[in-house]
């Protein structure tokens, strides 16, 4: 009887100490997903859908980085004025709060401009950074610093970086700051204001100064060409540097041309672009659970393609990618949140969301 009544004992207080352990884990999660952060990475895929998201998991010799988060919500996309987006209207959404036109960067509906993420935090001391596989000057990145009518407006949007509060960008898209219609040399007046400037390669450490990189005349190569690890490089160079505020950092890093390959239809270059972004989001993961005060978003600004994972001719072990449009899709897209205030982003909800849920951190 002793022998019974023991070992009912033992079971009541191994399931008592299972139970803690599951309660302190819990308590754990939700004490950092409730805390604010000091730091933001956001993290735009273009033209990234769930089906592209899917081929990260099928199509990668390691485990899907997309698999680490545990906070995951769904996005509207459409635009002002369109049911379908374009980048500059969705990046806007995301980086003003505001839903306007297709074409527009930085501007609301009637053409106003209307304050950023990055010209809103720089001011409250934080620093900021924009990376692109594209020009700097396209339109997912150009939301972040300019305010233009239409997105074509290059020259104008490089003019708008040169003075704005960005510390630290990567990308392409040298020809609109030396090989400008009206003659002016922006290289040199970046100089000027304060920048390092990087034009032949990524360099391996941070300076003290501001940084610019403009490693091509317009976009990066594809990863099909050749361009390696850029977007992981850079995204680790800047996290160095940008994280030695006390203040905090905002940094966006977008993986352009996930977008290109679905414009495409071209499945090898839309995968190979995609598994470039999941490193990425590797390297910004790696940073944030080291740092404990960083906030890393993800998401995409729309889908492109109408792309899918379908059977190969019937075989269902067989995977075969398919397109069913060479433009825009106005599917939702997902959006991934882990670190503190990780909480606010399930659900679903408008892009213009992102830009709030992110503001709200950093409201008095």
């Known amino acids: 009887m002793k022998k019974i009544f023991y ?22 999660k939700n004490s950092i997903e409730n805390k604010k952060p000091k730091n933001i990475i956001l993290l735009i895929g273009d033209g990234m859908g769930l089906s592209e998201i899917s081929a990260s998991q099928f199509y990668n010799d390691h485990p899907s980085n997309f698999e680490r988060f545990y906070e995951i919500g769904l996005c509207k996309t459409s635009s002002f004025s369109d049911l379908i987006t374009d980048s500059a209207a969705s990046a806007t959404a995301i980086a003003c ?14 053409s106003l401009s ?18 692109s596989t594209s020009s700097i000057t396209h339109a997912t990145p150009a939301s972040f610093y300019a305010h233009v009518k239409q997105r074509s407006m290059y020259e104008d949007i490089a003019a708008d970086l040169v003075v704005s509060d960005i510390d630290f960008f990567a990308g392409g898209g040298l020809k609109f700051f030396e090989k400008r219609k009206d003659k002016k040399d922006l290289i ?7 920048f390092d400037v990087f034009i032949e390669s990524l360099p391996e450490s941070f300076s003290e100064k501001k940084q610019a990189i403009l490693l091509a005349n317009n976009a990066m190569k594809t990863m099909k060409e050749g361009r390696g690890d850029f ?10 540097k940008l994280s030695k505020n006390e203040n905090g950092f905002f940094l966006m890093v977008e993986g352009s041309q996930i977008d290109w390959g679905g ?7 839309l995968i190979s672009e995609l598994i470039d972004f999941d490193n990425t989001i590797g390297v910004a993961l790696d940073f944030a659970e080291k740092n404990g005060e960083t906030l890393v978003i993800v998401t995409g600004d729309h ?7 379908g059977p190969d001719h019937g075989d269902y072990n067989k995977i075969r990618p398919v397109f069913s449009i060479g433009g825009h899709s106005a599917t939702m897209v997902p959006v991934f949140a882990k670190g503190p205030g990780a909480n606010l982003f399930g659900g679903v909800y408008e892009n213009t969301s ?5 503001m709200s951190f950093f409201s008095e």
């Open 263 to 269: 414009h495409d239809n071209d499945s090898e270059y």
């Open 231 to 240: 977007l992981p490089r850079a995204t680790r160079l800047a996290l160095d």
């Open 7 to 28: 070992l009912f004992f033992i079971l009541i207080i191994s399931d008592s100490c299972v139970s803690v352990q599951v309660s302190d884990n819990t308590i754990t």
């Open 188 to 194: 040199k007046q970046l100089k000027i204001n304060g």
């Open 303 to 309: 889908e492109t393609g109408g792309f899918t994972l």
């Open 97 to 110: 709060g505001v839903k306007t036109y297709n074409g527009a960067i930085g501007v609301n509906k009637d």
């Open 354 to 358: 992102i830009y709030k849920k992110i």
């Open 114 to 131: 209307v304050n950023t993420i990055v010209e809103i935090l720089s001011i409250k001391g934080l620093s900021t950074g924009v990376i």
